[in-house]
């Protein structure tokens, strides 16, 4: 049997809610950080549906291309993480708010 | 060789300045030297286009045309007529004059100095050559950032404010140019078929715009040549720009850039939105004689050297303006020719204005008094330069100023009369400013002051003899550009695209000269 | 190239050469030398106008019009101004007295200007000024007519402005300018409106087609001529606009001989005669001529009656001298006019030397009062004023009496008994005060002792002594030996005919009555010296007239006039307007700017720095989209 659609969709909004939340309540950029990449996969998955249910793969490319932003964004924001943390010695991002106009 | 020319004019600088870039900042002798090689040999390059230039023909000479952005129909099209041919020579002269004028006036980073001046001449002489509404807001752009920081990192004390104010300004005209270029755009793809952005295709037929649209259009192009000109009341960034500008830049300020809005006038407006032209033609005239009264009014009430000065400017600037919007053969042939005359005398009075400066470091006129006893020499230049700027027969600015007025007078006699008045002002401002920096008993702390040295005589030399020669012989230059104008005043008769020469009309009878050269006639004897 | 247009050329460019040349390299030169060469070229303009005078002499009369076309100068669509000379016989006889006295003039300078530093900075200004003087007469059309007229002018600054370091001399010099630029508004416009009626600027053709393009007293007509008569008002030092010229006395007193005596200030006169034929198609315009020159004749004669110094007393005479001119040429009497114009340079520019002799002894005093008793030291000196004295006043056989008698003559005969009466008046107040001038000056006790008072050097003497002969002469000669009108003839055409000096004018009336009208008026010029010799030498009548005294020593307030009604409110515009542009169009800039500032930084509250808020901001815009694409009709 086949999960229909309408269930993959669901997880993906539940994801994508989920990782929403943690970026907007939490305070560790660590966590910031997962719940970003939570976000981005809800995409995925949601894509992939789509994919799947028109019989298209330009939704399976695409997840393709938000994997590699999403490795290159990794490397970038956890570099700039660790060096945030050894500048500050925390990674609370509303201590860091040196952009406030 | 001919092909290319223009494109190797604008290179010129353009080059120098690169070479200029590689020399260490150490030594600044070597790039001084680097750099006015460069604008001499553009100079050259200028003059000899200039001498070539066969007058007597309203289209383009030296046509260079190339497919930039086929797409968009953005090309990279050169030319030059009768409006812009004495222009270029003016911006190719006036330039190494400046920058042989800097070598005594300064004196901190000079490589950066003489790589600016060269990248803004490459930009002012692009805005003139420009046949292509893209290419030219390009350059138009393009020279306003090497002026920015001109004024920016080598200005006086309150240059950044200046500079600032200069830029929005500015920007702000270019913004309305931009969008009116783009809706001209569209516009003409939908008549013409080709979406194209080439001037002379797009003014060669009507572009069947309603009177409210074209007036609006118009405005667009009009408010960001009038900032630049400037016209009264968009002026007030000129003297504070004027003012804390270093003098050689600004004589590049007044003497080039101001050009460039009367010359976009010319060149954008008459011919895309003629109907506007003629229904708001009278405003402007109007702005012009009010810009003539007042900025010789405000120009006698300054106690600054230079805000004298830009107040003057603005005062001869509302004539070139008023000749232009009078649309009368004579007043356009005026206000071309004045284009240059104001570039070399204004042009001379900010070097006279930078050698006084650079040897006292004074800018009011109180700090200075009966200077013609101890510089004579730079006294009597100065005079020669007022007489010039005061329209004196004999001069230059006599040519323009009357044919101006002349031509003025017979479309709007009212302006010309209130204009003429303008005349007196410019006496009255002009002589205030000799006799308080000239006259009276020689102030004890300026005794023993340097006259001009050998090279300061160099930079105002050519200076001088074209004040003469353009007052006696002003026909090599009118001549180039009569058929111009003629052809300009004339509806839709002579921008075909890519037939340059060949004109709906034969030039007028009498219009075809051998080389403009005074023609000696016999004695007659009634 | 003909005779007459090599001579025609020469004329002007002879000084010009001298300028450029002196300009450059005058001043290293020693001694005297710059002068020598300046008076030198100025012969050469001489001996070039009298060869041309001859040369135009020599052909038939109506072949004495010759244009002389250099270049093509200034063209532009339909106008075309070529540089065109035009030699005639007014031109001819204008540039020979031009270039004469010029020449005479310079070489009297030789000797004034010899303790000076700045002597070849003076002898460029003034071969500068010989040029376009030569160039404003022989001129072919009105632009280069203006290119003389402001030359002159530009000339007559920097000449009173010599002695820059003095401020109220640096003032008269600019006040000169600016005043007689005031005119040349008027004078412009009229040229464009010239340009605007005919096609063409020039002499020949104005003249020979004013009547068919003007119709006779028309507006077209009286606004033309009244602009240009504008013109001649400001450079003529006429009311209103003779402000400048007692001020221009500021300068050497060569210049105030040369300059605002015989030459530049005539200027206007002669353009009016050149231009005849357009005034002749505006009667109205006319009358405004002849009735502003009896009114600035009667004005100037009476501000002359109370001034104390020597050279404002001969300046205020310029002026009257010039209102008998321009009522000369108001009643078309062309002839009279240049008539006047030739003798009164002669005089005049005799009273100025001589006047500047007594300054050259006296160290350059020039109050009169400080003066007196000068006929024993300076007896030369004396008998030259007095020559003056007597050719001013009009006094029988002298050069003034001939062209005087003339223009009333004229003026009575064209039929206006009341400027014939002006003129008379004046004529009565021209001898008084110039007799009260010489009285203070040589005759009497001395009222200040003067150390080391001495006689002019011959290289001033002699200059001085051409002038008495010229002035003694000129009249009889240019009367009754060498006619001036029937010579002007064929450029005046009737207009010369009508004023063929005192025969025309004697057939004209009846003899009883012209013989009347000689008498009167010998009579009122004698009288008015012998009032002035018994007021002044004698103390024969002694009155006060403390009120009139007060307003004639301020020229009937109307220097105070000017000064508070155009001058204190210009300045004060010009620096309302400088105030206006820094406080309301520079601050609406200001205030665009400052709003859009002031929105700045309401709205940067918004960016706090919080990654968290930024975020939030991203959900609400993403929900407002989403809420916007799926509420969407």
Same mark, same amino acid.
């Given at each position: 049997?086949? $999960?229909?659609?309408?269930?993959? &969709?669901? *997880?993906? /909004? %539940?994801?994508?809610?989920?990782? +929403?939340?943690?970026? !907007? ?6 966590? $910031?950080?997962?719940?970003?990449? &939570?976000? *981005?996969? /809800? %995409?995925?998955?949601?894509?992939? +549906?789509?994919?799947? !249910? ?6 399976? $490319?695409?997840?393709?291309?938000? &994997?590699?932003?999403? /490795? ?30 | ?526 | ?633």
């Amino acid at each position: 049997m086949t $999960v229909p659609a309408p269930y993959y &969709l669901a *997880l993906s /909004a %539940v994801l994508f809610t989920a990782g +929403t939340a943690g970026v !907007l309540l939490r305070r560790s950029a660590l966590i $910031v950080f997962m719940s970003v990449e &939570l976000m *981005l996969n /809800a %995409v995925n998955l949601s894509l992939i +549906t789509f994919a799947r !249910l028109h019989g298209s793969v330009d939704g399976q $490319v695409l997840v393709f291309f938000v &994997l590699v932003v999403a /490795a290159a964004e990794v490397v970038v924001g956890l570099a700039i993480i660790v060096d945030v943390f050894r500048s500050r010695e925390t990674v609370d991002v509303d201590d860091a708010d040196a952009l406030r106009g | 060789m001919n092909g290319v020319l223009l494109s190797v004019l604008i290179a010129l600088p353009i080059a120098g300045a690169g070479a200029v870039a590689f020399i260490s900042p150490r030594r600044p002798a070597a790039a001084r030297a680097v750099g006015l090689a460069a604008a001499v040999i553009a100079f050259l390059v200028a003059a000899w286009i200039w001498a070539a230039f066969r007058p007597g023909r309203p289209g383009l000479q030296f046509e260079e045309h190339a497919a930039w952005v086929p797409a968009a129909g953005i090309g990279y099209h050169l030319g030059v007529d009768g409006l812009s041919v004495s222009l270029i020579a003016l911006v190719a002269l006036l330039v190494p004059v400046a920058m042989a004028a800097a070598a005594d006036q300064v004196h901190d980073r000079t490589k950066g100095f003489v790589l600016t001046l060269l990248l803004l001449e490459a930009g002012l002489l692009g805005t003139f050559l420009a046949q292509d509404l893209v290419l030219f807001y390009v350059f138009w752009e393009a020279m306003l950032i090497p002026m920015y920081f001109l004024i920016a990192l080598w200005g006086g004390p309150a240059r950044r404010a200046a500079a600032i104010k200069f830029l929005l300004y500015t920007m702000t005209g270019s913004m309305l140019m931009l969008l009116a270029i783009v809706a001209v755009y569209l516009q003409g793809a939908r008549v013409i078929g080709t979406p194209t952005f080439d001037l002379p295709a797009l003014a060669a037929r009507p572009l069947g715009w309603t009177p409210a649209v074209e007036a609006l259009l118009f405005g667009g192009f009009a408010v960001a040549f009038g900032i630049k000109m400037p016209v009264w009341p968009l002026h007030t960034w000129l003297p504070d720009a004027y003012a804390e500008a270093p003098p050689v830049v600004t004589v590049l300020l007044a003497g080039l850039m101001a050009k460039a809005g009367a010359y976009g006038l010319l060149r954008f407006c008459l011919p895309l939105f003629p109907d506007a032209v003629r229904a708001w033609g009278p405003l402007f005239a109007v702005l012009a004689v009010v810009g003539i009264l007042y900025g010789g009014a405000v120009a006698w009430a300054q106690g600054d050297l230079r805000r004298l000065l830009a107040y003057g400017s603005l005062s001869h600037m509302g004539f070139i303006l008023l000749g232009i919007f009078a649309l009368d053969i004579q007043s356009v042939q005026g206000s071309v020719l004045q284009m240059v005359n104001h570039g070399i005398s204004t042009g001379a009075l900010f070097v006279l204005a930078g050698i006084l400066i650079g040897r006292t470091g004074q800018g009011r006129t109180d700090a200075y008094g009966g200077l013609a006893a101890a510089t004579p020499a730079l006294a009597a230049v100065t005079l020669i330069v007022v007489t010039s700027s005061l329209a004196l027969p004999g001069t230059n600015g006599f040519v323009g100023e009357f044919l101006i007025l002349l031509g003025a007078f017979q479309t709007h006699p009212v302006h010309a009369a209130l204009a003429t008045v303008g005349v007196v002002l410019a006496a009255a401002y002009l002589l205030a400013f000799v006799g308080r920096i000239f006259h009276g008993p020689l102030r004890p702390d300026l005794r023993g002051l340097p006259d001009l040295r050998p090279r300061e005589y160099a930079v105002l030399a050519p200076l001088l003899a074209l004040i003469f020669w353009v007052g006696w012989v002003p026909g090599p230059l009118l001549d180039r550009s009569e058929a111009t104008v003629r052809a300009l005043l004339k509806p839709r008769a002579v921008f075909v695209a890519g037939a340059p020469h060949a004109s709906m009309t034969p030039p007028p009878a009498g219009v075809e000269r051998k080389g403009g050269a005074p023609v000696k006639q016999a004695v007659t004897r009634p | 190239m003909s005779a007459v247009a090599v001579t025609a050329v020469l004329i002007p460019a002879l000084p010009l050469a001298g300028w450029v040349v002196l300009g450059l390299w005058g001043g290293r030169w020693p001694g005297r030398a710059a002068g020598w060469v300046a008076s030198a070229t100025v012969a050469g303009s001489f001996v070039a106008a009298v060869a041309l005078f001859e040369s135009l002499a020599a052909l038939p009369p109506d072949a004495r019009t010759v244009q002389v076309d250099l270049y093509r100068w200034i063209a532009a669509g339909a106008l075309a101004i070529p540089f065109r000379l035009l030699a005639d016989p007014l031109s001819a006889a204008m540039a020979r007295l031009v270039a004469g006295v010029g020449m005479l003039i310079h070489i009297y300078s030789i000797g004034y200007m010899a303790r000076d530093a700045g002597g070849a900075r003076y002898f460029a200004y003034m071969n500068l000024f010989m040029a376009s003087m030569l160039l404003l007469v022989l001129a072919g059309n009105l632009a280069v007519m203006f290119i003389g007229w402001e030359g002159v002018g530009l000339c007559s600054y920097l000449l009173i402005a010599f002695w820059f370091e003095r401020p109220a001399a640096a003032r008269a010099g600019v006040k000169a300018f600016v005043v007689t630029r005031l005119g040349d508004v008027g004078f412009l416009l009229g040229i464009f409106a010239v340009f605007g009626t005919f096609g063409t600027l020039d002499f020949t053709a104005i003249t020979r087609e004013a009547a068919a393009r003007l119709p006779l007293g028309g507006g077209l007509a009286t606004a033309i001529a009244l602009l240009l008569f504008l013109g001649a008002v400001g450079k003529s030092a006429q009311l209103p606009l003779y402000v400048w010229l007692p001020d221009a006395m500021d300068g050497p007193t060569p210049v105030s001989a040369l300059i605002h005596a015989a030459t530049m200030v005539t200027a206007g006169v002669f353009m009016i005669v050149r231009l005849h034929a357009l005034y002749l198609r505006a009667p109205f315009a006319l009358d405004v001529v002849a009735v502003t020159g009896a009114v600035t004749a009667v004005f100037a004669a009476s501000a002359a009656l109370v001034e104390s110094d020597l050279k404002r007393v001969l300046a205020y005479s310029t002026i009257s001298q010039l209102g008998y001119m321009f009522l000369a040429v108001g009643v078309a009497a062309w002839a009279a006019g240049i008539f006047h114009l030739m003798t009164h340079a002669f005089f005049k520019a005799l009273l100025f030397l001589a006047a500047g002799a007594v300054m050259h002894a006296l160290g350059g005093e020039t109050d009169m009062r400080k003066m007196g008793g000068l006929a024993r030291p300076l007896p030369k000196t004396a008998a030259a004023f007095g020559a003056g004295v007597l050719a001013l006043a009009g006094i029988p056989p002298l050069a003034g009496f001939f062209s005087k008698e003339q223009i009333l003559g004229e003026v009575f005969a064209a039929g206006h008994p009341w400027l014939w009466g002006i003129g008379l008046f004046t004529a009565g107040l021209t001898g008084f005060y110039i007799t009260r001038a010489y009285v203070l000056t040589f005759a009497g006790p001395p009222a200040r002792v003067h150390e080391n008072v001495h006689e002019a050097p011959p290289v001033m003497w002699w200059p001085l002594a051409a002038l008495v002969f010229l002035a003694v002469v000129m009249g009889v000669v240019l009367e009754h030996v060498v006619p001036l009108a029937p010579w002007l003839q064929p450029t005046l055409g009737a207009g010369a005919l009508k004023s063929a000096g005192g025969a025309a004018a004697a057939a004209a009336e009846p003899g009883a009555v012209h013989a009347m009208l000689l008498v009167v008026s010998v009579a009122v010029a004698a009288g008015g010296i012998v009032l002035g010799w018994l007021v002044y030498a004698r103390g024969a009548i002694r009155g006060q007239a403390p009120v009139l005294g007060t307003i004639l020593a301020h020229r009937f307030y109307i220097e105070d006039l000017y000064d508070a009604a155009i001058v204190a409110p210009s300045r004060a515009l010009a620096g309302w307007a400088a105030a206006v542009d820094r406080g309301v169009i520079d601050r609406a800039v200001l205030g665009v700017a400052g709003g859009l500032g002031w929105g700045g930084a309401a709205l940067r509250r918004l960016q706090n720095g919080y990654l968290r808020q930024y975020a939030a901001f991203v959900l609400i815009g993403a929900l407002i989209i989403l809420a916007y694409w799926m509420l969407r009709p």
